[in-house]
Antibody, heavy 120, light 108 residues
């Protein structure tokens, strides 16, 4: 079955760019009908949707983060990525990648998450 | 922006029924999805489109959406049901996927 795994630095300096990659295994990212998403969770808090990307490269971002977010997809590696620029301590969170079902606006498969701390 | 409100906590004895509510403006017009998150783990989808269950989710977990509030019901509660639960919708007016504030279910 499809599994997702996040990877990337656990520590990022303020004002730098956070970069994470999600590797999809057990299925092809190019399979239509799914949108590949990023969601974060601040420590001890709730969930915040960041955005999603389709295998074709089309994207949709949370309006509140749109100016700092860039997502990309590499179908040859079965991966998709997140870049969040100009980070501050407020971006410290666990970052999850997740698969969104196109037929339903819900996230049916999640990665285990990766903790990213913004600190000098 | 659209807000989904959940009670911070619900306590229930084993074998009893837990009901977790999710309130939002005109929520009846939206499809509501529910996730279970245990400590240190990623969320798991337990109910989608108000009342459908993914394969592998026990029938003890069920959802409903009355129009005023959406509700996740856990029947015959077990110790393993202890977790945080989040509701979620797509808000077309803001272009947002919105998650609820979360409810911690404690099994007494």
């Amino acid at each position: 079955q499809v599994q997702l795994q996040e990877s990337g630095p656990g520590l990022v300096k303020p004002l730098q760019t956070l970069s994470l990659t999600c590797t999809v295994s057990g299925g092809s990212i190019s399979t239509g009908g799914y949108y590949w998403s990023w969601i974060r969770q601040h420590p001890g808090k709730g969930l915040e949707w960041i955005g999603y990307i389709y295998y074709s490269g089309s994207t949709y971002y949370n309006p509140s983060l749109k100016s700092r977010v860039t997502m990309s997809v590499d179908t040859s590696k079965n991966q998709f990525s997140l870049k969040l620029s100009s980070v501050t301590a407020a971006d410290t969170a666990v970052y999850y990648c997740a698969r969104r079902m196109a037929a339903a606006g819900t996230f049916d498969i999640w990665g285990r998450g990766t903790m990213v701390t913004v600190s000098s | 922006s659209y807000v989904l409100t959940q009670p911070p906590s619900v306590s229930v004895a084993p074998g009893q029924t837990a009901r977790i509510t999710c309130g939002g403006n005109n929520i009846g017009s939206k499809s509501v999805h529910w996730y279970q998150q245990k400590p240190g783990q990623a969320p798991v989808l337990v109910v989608y489109d108000d009342s459908d269950r993914p394969s592998g989710i026990p029938e003890r977990l069920s959802g409903s959406n009355s129009g005023i509030t959406a509700t996740l019901t856990i029947s015959r509660v077990e110790a393993g049901d202890e977790a945080d639960y989040y509701c979620q919708v797509w808000d077309s007016s803001s272009g947002h996927y919105v998650f609820g504030t979360g409810t911690k279910v404690t099994v007494l």
